[in-house]
T-cell receptor, first 113, second 109 residues
Framework: EAQVTQNPRYLITVTGKKLTVTCSQN?????MSWYRQDPGLGLRQIYY???????DKGDVPEGYKVSRKEKRNFPLILESPSPNQTSLYFC????????????FGQGTRLTVV | AQRVTQPEKLLSVFKGAPVELKCNYS??????LFWYVQYSRQRLQLLLR??SRESIKGFTADLNKGETSFHLKKPFAQEEDSAMYYC???????????FGKGTRLSVIA
């Protein structure tokens, strides 16, 4: 089944403790992105990647890192999480050509205390 | 820079009433426009795209380049339409989607 898989689904952590949220897709998509979803602010893009070893900042990259060593994986790294990073995170992937849709993961709800 | 505006955070309508979710965009080129829907506790999924000119679950959206709008419409709302709706834009180049802030549609029985 074609899908985007994020892990974990839920995570509660403490300020400053490094964490990684994984994202994997099995559709051989070039594009992958991370978004955070906050009430009243909608979806904001954190980072995106247009292919292996190609990443770029989105609208709200501060406090996050990403890597794209393989086409299927695009982990999101929080080196030193802070409470303002408490949010719902979505990973998405798509093909690179016009007209294609983005497929989303099921979301990761992160709480930083 | 590309920008997508959804002016309504919340829209409440009665079952059977017409629905229009507004989306305006700013982009000088030839964009691709999409509507995504997020039902309660589910992931976002594509509802429709302007290229396909399709009707999904009774919803339609027409790209109006003169008004730079891509409003989502349905003639008769159903309770199961209650969800969060996001308008999204992608330009002609190799860039990811840009989303609006979303509109929560609540259909009241």
């Amino acid at each position: 089944e074609a899908q985007v898989t994020q892990n974990p689904r839920y995570l509660i952590t403490v300020t400053g403790k490094k964490l990684t949220v994984t994202c994997s897709q099995n559709m051989n998509h070039e594009y992958m992105s991370w978004y955070r979803q906050d009430p009243g602010l909608g979806l904001r893009q954190i980072y995106y990647s247009m292919n292996v070893e190609v990443t770029d900042k989105g609208d709200v990259p501060e406090g996050y890192k990403v890597s794209r060593k393989e086409k299927r994986n695009f982990p999101l790294i929080l080196e030193s999480p802070s409470p303002n990073q408490t949010s719902l995170y979505f990973c998405a992937s798509s093909l690179s050509y016009r007209g294609t849709e983005a497929f989303f993961g099921q979301g990761t709800r992160l709480t930083v205390v | 820079a590309q920008r997508v505006t959804q002016p309504e955070k919340l829209l409440s309508v009665f079952k059977g009433a017409p629905v229009e979710l507004k989306c305006n965009y700013s982009y000088s080129g030839s964009p691709e426009l999409f509507w995504y829907v997020q039902y309660s506790r589910q992931r976002l999924q594509l509802l429709l795209r302007h290229i396909s000119r399709e009707s999904i679950k009774g919803f339609t959206a027409d790209l109006n380049k003169g008004e730079t709008s891509f409003h989502l419409k349905k003639p008769f709302a159903q309770e199961e339409d209650s969800a969060m709706y996001y308008c999204a834009l992608r330009d002609a180049g190799n860039t990811p989607l840009v989303f609006g802030k979303g509109t929560r549609l609540s259909v009241i029985a």
